[in-house]
Structure formats: C-alpha cells, structure tokens
C-alpha cells in the first residue's frame, strides 16, 4: 500500500475499521490509497518435478489424490513457493513450482518427498502395511528448470529405469 499524496494531519488514517461518523474529522481531505499490483519475481525460478510411487500398487487415486493436492498447495503456501502446475496420475506425481533463488532443487525435493511421504503413510494406513519404509516415493526423482510439463516419453524412460533399477 502507498502512502496517502496529501493529509491535513499527522494521523494516520485507519484502514481496518471506519471511524462512526460522529466521530470523523471533517477537516481531513479526502485521502487515495493506492494499492499496487503483486507481480511475478522476475528472479524466481521455475522447476517441473516428478515423483514416483515406491510400488505399482500404490495408485495415486481418489482419496490419495486429494490428500496429495491439498497437501502439496500447504507445502507451497508454507514455504513460500508458487505451485504452477499439478499433475496427480495413478504411479507419479508431476508438479511446477516457482521459488526464490535461494531455493536448492535438493531442497524442494527433500521438502516435498518427506512432508507427503509422513501425509500418505499416517493418513493410509494401507499404504503403510506395504512400505516398511518412511518414504513412499521409488527412490530418486526427475526435475527440469522451467515451467514446461515433462513430455511424456521422458516420464515412461524414467518410470522404466527407476522401476529396473529397484528389481521390477
């Protein structure tokens, strides 16, 4: 918010709550406030992420797929980070997210994998009989600078390696 242009006094006028009108100073011009637009940080960067579930049989579906929407906007939202794209499908989880330069790929992952990871396994406790592990996500993950969605050939290659990798 801009400062006023011109006041008549040195109160500072009161935003949150009118004055009753009995108790306005009619001596004060009329005051502009200027509300100035919120604009992308032309130095944010964009990174598009895939995780993979550790097994085939943990589909990402219904309930899953809405615990994990609404956990990945909270995670966004808590750090600071801007979600651009969301893709739930039922082996992956395919994300773009906008974050300060500061912010290390390492540590979006790290982040997001182990705070989705502790939501999935406490919310479904199904989930959990079939990893012995804290981690739900295959072991790994795909990430490219900007706001592009993997092609699709680029996710099956790293859906076949990851699951050749892990004996499947």
Known sequence: VSEPDETSDSETPRVDQPEP??????????????????????YEMSYTCLLLSRFDSNSLVADVTVCLQACLKEICTSFGWNLEFLSIEPTYLHWTVRVPPATSTAQIMKVVREQTSTKLLTD???LKRENQSDDFWAPGYLIFWG??????????????QTRQQQGS
């Open 21 to 42: 009108p009995d108790a306005q100073d009619n001596s004060r011009t009329d005051e502009k406030f200027i509300f100035e637009s919120v604009e992308q940080n032309p």
């Open 124 to 126: 479904f406790p199904q």
């Open 147 to 160: 706001s592009q969605p993997h092609p699709i050939e680029i996710i099956q290659r790293f859906i076949r």
